[in-house]
């Protein structure tokens, strides 16, 4: 309403957050083990459906733990979409591999399968599909070309924990997963990220790869290399108070979505998020594409909701125009992304948003359409 900011994104911390933090202050359980760790990462494996989670320090280290599970190194290439954030392509990179980008689809805006088996050469190692924005990638399809050329598959679904594909949780679809629990993210733990397998053998190494890469057995023995990539005890605590209330969580994104639905469907020049039959959609943040607007506008309207304090932010560059992958044009123009990245920004999406304030924040979007 006016007078009022509405940022894009507030954590939200209505549980047993404070709680936990202070009983790990109170014990002296602070760092990298504790009670809070083995809970979080139960819990955690538990909701998605999987055998195991393994806790690190963010989800960009969740990505460079799996890909490095996975045996990616120097003369691989992985597939991943070019319409992401940039820790997909750079955990690739981190391993001394090079990713391969693939165009997206128009709808849902995750990754093509049908780009991706073009892609494939036999450097091709696997394959990381992003669910973009809260919806689930084509996961089926993805996994079917990846068995046919050998390749494994990681989700990145740092910005979906608790999306569905057929039924079945993001983390639970393909070999291993990746999450983020960044500050803005579905749940928080400030900085934190987790992976998610059904793979005892791979939750071993990852856990190995995870400790500096220390002997599970043998005390100070480190038979490979590993990393300091660990999640603290105090993190963990609040992530399994913001766990406790995952359904309120994911309930009131898709609340947020319906009401902006509510307000912006059919709207002239306005394109809104997708839910495909065989998912559902988290919302981890409710998107408004300008269909009728070059970059320039879009940005000009999001200059001109900041004005009416309303905080957006513009869909992620794709990959292939960034100055560290300006090689990926080779794999061809990504029509789709580079449409989508010039006229998407996402809106103010988080638990606490009123229904009045998103009738606000749609009518203000409404009557800068006006202006462009």
């Known amino acids: 309403m006016e007078g009022k900011f509405y940022p894009v994104a507030v954590p939200v911390l209505n549980g ?5 933090v202070m009983d790990c202050i109170d014990s002296t359980w602070i760092s990298s083990t ?3 760790i ?9 909701y998605c459906g999987t ?8 989800g960009t280290t969740a990505l460079h733990l799996a890909l490095l599970a996975h045996g990616v190194g120097p003369g691989d290439e992985v597939i991943v979409p070019t319409l992401t954030f940039i820790a997909t392509a750079n955990a690739v990179v981190y391993c001394g591999a090079k990713p391969v980008f693939a165009d997206c689809e128009p709808d849902t805006w995750n990754l093509s399968p049908a780009h991706v ?11 990381v599909p992003v669910h973009l924005y809260g919806h689930p990638a084509d996961m089926e399809t993805i996994n079917e070309i990846a068995r046919k050329h050998a390749l494994f598959v990681i989700e990145d679904a740092a910005e979906a924990l608790g999306a569905e594909y057929r039924g079945k949780k993001t983390g639970s679809l393909a070999h291993c997963a990746t999450f983020s629990l960044f500050g803005n993210k579905i749940i928080t733990t400030g900085e934190g990220g987790m992976i998610t397998t059904d793979d005892e053998e791979l939750a071993q190494t990852l ?7 220390i002997d599970p057995i043998k005390k100070y023995w480190f038979p490979v290399i590993g990393y300091n990539y660990r999640m603290t005890n105090m993190q963990a605590a609040v992530g399994c108070a913001q766990l406790e209330n995952i359904d309120w969580h994911i309930g009131e994104r898709i609340r947020v979505a319906s009401h902006y639905r509510e307000h912006l469907q059919g709207i002239d020049g306005i394109g809104l998020p997708v839910q495909r039959d065989f998912a559902k959609n988290v919302y981890w943040m409710f998107s408004v594409i300008l269909e009728d607007a070059n970059e320039a506008a879009r940005d000009r309207m999001m200059a001109l909701l900041k004005e009416d304090g309303i905080e957006t932010r513009p869909f992620f ?7 560290p992958y ?10 789709v992304a580079n449409r989508i990245a010039a006229q998407g920004f996402n809106v103010p999406t988080y638990g606490g948003l009123s229904e009045a304030d998103i009738a606000y924040i749609a009518s203000k979007i409404k009557e800068r359409l006006q202006d462009l």
Do not use: V
Request: hydrophobic content about 25%; aromatic content about 14%.
């Open 117 to 127: 088996e073009s892609l494939i050469t036999p450097r091709t190692k696997g394959i």
């Open 326 to 335: 300006l090689e990926g044009r080779e794999y061809g123009d990504y029509p």
């Open 51 to 58: 055998r195991y989670a393994i806790s690190c320090s963010n």
């Open 38 to 46: 083995t809970a979080f990462e139960e819990a955690f494996a538990a």
């Open 317 to 323: 560059y794709p990959m292939h125009i960034l100055p």
């Open 16 to 20: 047993n957050e404070k709680k936990y």
């Open 34 to 36: 504790g009670k809070y």
């Open 207 to 213: 856990r190995t790869l995870r400790g500096q890469g």
